[in-house]
Every structure is written in C-alpha cells, then in structure tokens.
C-alpha cells in the first residue's frame, strides 16, 4: 500500500466511503504524498507528456492568439496575463517569447500563475523568474484578462453517478477485501438520461472555474483559451490514472499515478454563457493549431536545424495523435472580435 492508501483507508473507516471527488483532490494534491505535491510528472521519464513539452509551436501559437485578441481589444494595459496548471512553466514561458515581439503587451501583462503544488512553484519560478502565484482561480484581481488552460480542467476533481433501477447511484470509494472498492451511494434523483448501468461524470470544479473566468473577461475585457482532452455532452467512465505512460487501475497507487477524467465542454460553454461571455465551438486541437499556421512554423523551425519539428507537428495535429482527442474552446466578451482560429458557440448551436 502507498502511504497515502494508508491514510485514506484509515479516513474511510472512521467517516465512511468517499465520493470520486474527495478521492482524486487527495491523491493529487493531498501535501505530503499528492501527485503534483512530490514530483515532476512530465516528459520521457514522468508519466505523460502535454502539448507545450512536445514542441514550442504550441505555446507560441496560443500567445500570438492571444496577442491578437489583446491588440483587437485596444491592448489594454495592465492587463493579467494568467495560466492556471502551469505544470513546469513552459507553455508561458513559449507565449512570453511570442508576446515580447508586440510592442508594449509584454509591459502591460502583470503574469499570475494559479498553482497548487509548491514544487511546481518552484519549477514555475526557476523558469519564468518573477512572477505572482495565486492558490484559487477566485483570486484573479478584476482587470482585463488573458488566460491559457492546457490540461488543467481535466486534473480537477470529478464526480460520478451510475443508472440503477431507483435513479442515479453515485460511485464512491469504500474498503474491500485487500483495499480500496469501488461501490455506490444510495441512489438519488437526477435531471438525467440513460439506461441502467450507463455512467455520467459531473465536474462542479470546472463549472465553477469557466463561471469565473468568463465573469471576469465579460466584466472587464479580456480572453482565455482552454484546451484539453474530451468531447461535448458525456461520454460515460473516463476516469483514469496514468503512470510511465501506462494507464492502470485509478485505486491501485494513490499518490503515484496522474488521475483525471475527460472533459465535456458543453457544461463548461453553458457556464461561460451564463457569466454573460461569448464562448467558441470547440475545435479540434489539431485543425485549430494548424490554422493559425503551425505547418509554416514547423518548416520554418526545421529549415533551421530543430530535427524534430516535423514530427512534433504530426504529434500536436494529426487525428491519430493529439489532433482530435484535445479541443480547444475559447471565450471573448461580447461584441469584441472572437479570438483568433474560433467561431462563436451560437452560430453553431445545431451542430455543436
Ligand atoms: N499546463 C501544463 C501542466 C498540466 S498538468 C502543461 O500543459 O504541461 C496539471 C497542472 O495543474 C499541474 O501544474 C498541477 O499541479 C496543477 N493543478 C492540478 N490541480 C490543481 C488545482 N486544483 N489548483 C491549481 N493547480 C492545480
């Protein structure tokens, strides 16, 4: 048993079985033996790698992005220049380097960094030198706002509810034979479709989140682009846990595995809306980089030596890859010009 097992079967027999949701915020975040608390998750020797550490064409496309959407909005200065789950810093210190080029942005940018893990922070720091940590995404100072989110919403924590004969049964997490079990909660009501057995996957932290953020740029101007693996409307049990690469049983190692779920965007565009935003369609990852011309630069950066341009592209792009299972949806204020690469959620409403 991981020490953290320990300690969350020592909290199930005092207090009960726990949802899904108590389950993953301790085994990420849990301060002495979270996930994210205790190590460097990323690249060939972590457990997974994310868009900005395969290439810096990602987050060089997404300052441009925003880039233009703060030149569109009549750069207005200060503005916060934020990125919550900024992991190891890379995919702001890829946009800082794009923005740099736009006279005056990078003057007016005051960077905020939403990050729960101190030994991110100190990576984050070491990389990106001065810059302000916040712990909530609430903590956002109300000015104009520009932010990038990718693979954060997918690390917040989930919960889930199976069909049974009586209603919906949430899963939740109790002590078997050797371990933790998976069981379910006494069933309740819910505004719900689905036939006995299927699962749903509710995200009350991201709601929350996108209701935030969208309030802030709808007060005060502003742009975020959120990108990350998942769909529109549901999709059933996408709870997982990765480790060396490898997905394996989410209750086998807490503490050791990365454990996230899909994201569904249709919840979270309902949520940008409702906070009085203009959101996109989702896009997929792969068409959306490729039109703001992620092949012009990865010719360009392989004309000048990087021999692994060509096939980080493949890998950001291409559908097998990254290209379709990541989206990227983005939220503007009302009346401004949509950020570019998206088209607004509402002229799409049939088909999205
Ligand atoms: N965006 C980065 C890293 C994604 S991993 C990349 O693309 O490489 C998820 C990141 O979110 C990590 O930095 C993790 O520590 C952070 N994180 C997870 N849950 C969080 C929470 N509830 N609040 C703040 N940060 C969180």
Not at 312 to 336: S, V
Request: aromatic share 6%.
């Amino acid at each position: 048993m991981t020490p953290l097992a320990e300690i969350i079967a020592q909290r199930i027999r005092a207090t009960g079985p726990i949802t899904l949701a108590d389950y993953m915020e301790l085994c990420l975040l849990h301060p002495r033996y979270g996930y994210y608390a205790t190590r460097d998750p990323f690249g060939q020797a972590g457990d997974f790698t994310t868009a900005p550490e395969i290439s810096q064409i990602f987050g060089e496309l997404c300052g441009l992005a925003l880039a233009q959407a703060w030149m569109d909005q009549g750069r207005p200065a200060p503005f916060t220049l934020a990125e919550p789950g900024p992991g190891r810093g890379t995919l702001m210190a890829d946009m800082l380097r794009t923005i740099r080029a736009v006279p005056g942005m990078v003057e007016a940018a005051d960077v905020t960094l939403i990050e729960a893990s101190d030994h991110l922070r100190g990576l984050q720091r070491e990389k990106l030198g001065n810059i302000r940590h916040i712990d909530g995404i609430e903590e956002l100072p109300d000015s104009p706002l520009f932010l990038m989110a990718n693979e954060f919403l997918d690390a917040l924590p989930i919960r889930q509810f199976q069909r049974v004969e009586q209603g919906w049964a949430e899963r939740i997490i109790g002590l078997g034979e050797g371990g933790l079990r998976m069981g379910l909660a006494p069933p309740v009501d819910l505004p719900r479709e689905g036939r006995i057995g299927d699962i749903v996957e509710d995200c009350p932290a991201a709601v929350a989140v996108i209701g935030v953020i969208a309030g802030r740029i709808a007060a005060h101007g502003g742009a975020a682009i959120i990108v990350d693996y998942g769909g529109w409307n549901g999709f059933g049990d996408t709870f997982q846990a990765l480790r060396a690469h490898r997905f394996e049983d989410p209750l086998a190692n807490p503490g050791e595995a990365d454990l996230t779920a899909h994201v569904d965007f249709a919840p979270l565009a309902a949520a940008a809306i409702r906070a009085g935003a203009e959101v996109s369609r989702p896009v997929h990852q792969g068409d959306w980089l490729l039109s703001l011309g992620a092949g012009a630069r990865a010719r360009r950066l392989a004309d000048a030596g990087d021999g692994g341009a060509m096939v980080a592209l493949r890998r950001l792009t291409d559908a097998g890859e990254m290209g379709h299972l990541f989206k990227a949806m983005a939220i503007w204020p009302k009346g401004a010009p949509p950020v570019p690469g998206f088209d607004p959620l509402r002229h799409h409403a049939d088909d999205a």
